[in-house]
């Protein structure tokens, strides 16, 4: 068993959730589950910067997780497959589902403060 070649698998996970672990980065995909953009359209929708768009879009392209398509002078972007938007809502279904939990224990401890 070669520990380096076991760790592999773990290391391309880990690199695929760090380029979707940013604010940011998950602001542009929530743009681009909407469809294709291009990076005048990605800066208006998300008010970042140009220079902060494109260089969020490269993280995302070398993991795989956006692809783009030149027409005359615009690059045109869009995600590469749905599984990106079914992590997402997993993670919001989660999100929600904990939020629902907490809420309730909330409601729980203030009513039997007022008994």
Do not use: W
Request: hydrophobic share 35%; with cysteine; net charge neutral.
């Amino acid at each position: 068993m070669d520990p380096a070649r076991d760790a592999y698998p773990f290391e391309l996970i880990s690199r695929r959730l760090k380029a979707l672990a940013d604010p940011s980065r998950l602001a542009i995909l929530h743009a681009l589950c909407e469809g294709e953009r291009n990076v005048s359209e990605l800066v208006t929708e998300t008010k970042f910067t140009q220079a902060n768009v494109s260089k969020h879009l490269r993280v995302l392209r070398e993991e795989g997780i956006v692809t783009f398509r030149r027409q005359q002078r615009n690059v045109y972007y869009s995600l590469t497959d749905n599984v990106t938007i079914d992590v997402c809502e997993l993670i919001c279904r989660s999100l929600e589902e904990r939020a629902s939990n907490d809420r309730e224990n909330l409601e729980r401890f203030r009513s039997s403060r007022n008994e």
